[in-house]
């Protein structure tokens, strides 16, 4: 009987490991696209839908509106924006893997709006920010998603 539960309780705890989570609408692309391309050439990717698969190394804290996904590049991430309440992703999610659907954007900032953006992030993530590490405008590129799997 021991072994009978030792068994049951580990086939349970296999089958909360492996579980996907889903956030937003269901997934219809079946192509990924690396994140180390889409950032290699970001301007050809500007208003087109992509599927992106990475680690992700860092969720919004205050409203889950937001994750980071590691690309397969080395030192490269890249930023999955929601609309605040239409999807929140769990802070718990943090070193999972994700398959994401979404439009890629570009963000283009001057000098002072890249401030006030640096200074907004660092205050959600509660470290600090030194506004003259900003010397001019920034541009970035994120993709606003549509669904995502969490696993």
Known sequence: ?????????????????????????????????????????PDEFVGKTVLVEG??????????????????????????????????????????SAIVEGNVYKIELTKEEAVEYYEHAATEQGTEFDAATVTGPVTFYQIKGIGAEIY
């Not at 349970?12 to 889903?22: D, E, L, N, P, R």
């Not at 409203?63 to 991430?77: I, P, R, T, V, Y």
């Open 55 to 96: 680690e992700i190394v860092d969720v919004c804290e205050m409203a889950g509106c937001w994750m980071e996904l590691k690309s397969d590049a080395k030192n490269q991430n890249i930023k999955i924006k929601v609309k605040d309440g239409d999807i929140v992703f769990p802070v718990e999610a943090k070193g999972k």
């Open 1 to 41: 009987m021991n072994k009978l539960l030792i068994i049951l309780f580990l086939l349970m705890t296999i089958a909360t490991y492996s579980q996907v989570h889903k956030y937003g609408k269901e997934i219809s692309l079946t192509e990924k696209t690396s994140i180390s391309t889409i950032l290699s050439q």
